[in-house]
């Protein structure tokens, strides 16, 4: 079975500019997760998709935004980029909603630098 | 809010020497615990988790709520443990809280 994966998996932006990253979960996963991974912060938990609708959402501002297609694949976008965005972006499905207790398989992330 | 601590960033120890990477978790309600592992140029992924209470590659963690503590252990360190570890904690009520991370341990085993 094909694991998580993430495209693009690096990626440079300028300052200001919007980012559209995507992700496509294990075949018959329907809960996915998006997590962003800094050196200073470590793994912090974006939001979660699961049948399309977000449930679970961290503390990140409005600027990061997500959405789930029927087909389970995940895209999340961020819009005026900052420098501080620049992180390794991690994605993560699960068989079901997460918050039932399903393990979690992450994807290799994608790198995101914002000049 | 919920909050994870890992105290060391680094850990050294010989291989077939005890280890034990520790873990303090901050949480009102009654918490799921996980612990993620991260090989060399690997992706994350789970080592296992309390409520399974298994024993994975030889690690075991036990949930102390006292303590509120979820300590990794292994009794003989082997060179292949060598790697990021990551302790995680998911809140009830649905995981609404998200899975929250602590900062990791570079664990290096050395022969």
């Known amino acids: 079975k094909a694991g998580v994966t993430q495209t693009p998996r690096y990626l440079i932006k300028t300052r200001g500019q919007q980012v559209t990253l995507s992700c496509s979960p294990i075949?018959?996963?329907?809960?996915v997760s998006w997590y962003q991974q800094t050196p200073g912060q470590g793994l912090q938990f974006l939001f979660e998709?699961?049948?399309?609708?977000?449930?679970n959402k961290g503390n990140f501002p409005g600027r990061f935004s997500g959405r789930q297609f029927s087909n389970s694949r995940s895209e999340m976008n961020v819009s005026t980029l900052e420098l501080g965005d620049s992180a390794l972006y991690l994605c993560?499905?699960?068989?079901?909603?997460?918050?039932?207790?399903?393990?979690?398989?992450f994807g290799p992330g994608t790198r995101l630098t914002v000049t | 809010a919920q909050r994870v601590t890992q105290p060391e960033k680094l850990l050294s120890v010989f291989k077939g020497a005890p280890v034990e990477l520790k873990c303090n978790y901050s949480?009102?309600?009654?918490?799921?615990l996980f612990w993620y592992v991260q090989y060399s140029r690997q992706r994350l992924q789970l080592l296992l988790r309390?409520?399974s209470r298994e024993s994975i590659k030889g690690f075991t963690a036990d949930l102390n709520k006292g303590e509120t503590s979820f300590h990794l252990k292994k009794p003989f360190a082997q060179e292949e443990d060598s790697a990021m570890y990551y302790c995680?904690?998911?809140?009830?009520?649905?995981?609404?809280?998200?899975?929250?991370f602590g900062k990791g341990t570079h664990l290096i085993i050395q022969p």
């Open positions: 075949s018959g996963h329907r809960s």
């Open positions: 949480y009102s309600g009654s918490p799921e």
């Open positions: 995680a904690l998911s809140g009830g009520g649905g995981g609404a809280d998200g899975l929250t």
């Open positions: 998709y699961f049948s399309e609708t977000q449930r």
């Open positions: 993560a499905s699960s068989l079901n909603y997460r918050g039932l207790g399903d393990e979690q398989y």
């Open positions: 309390h409520i």
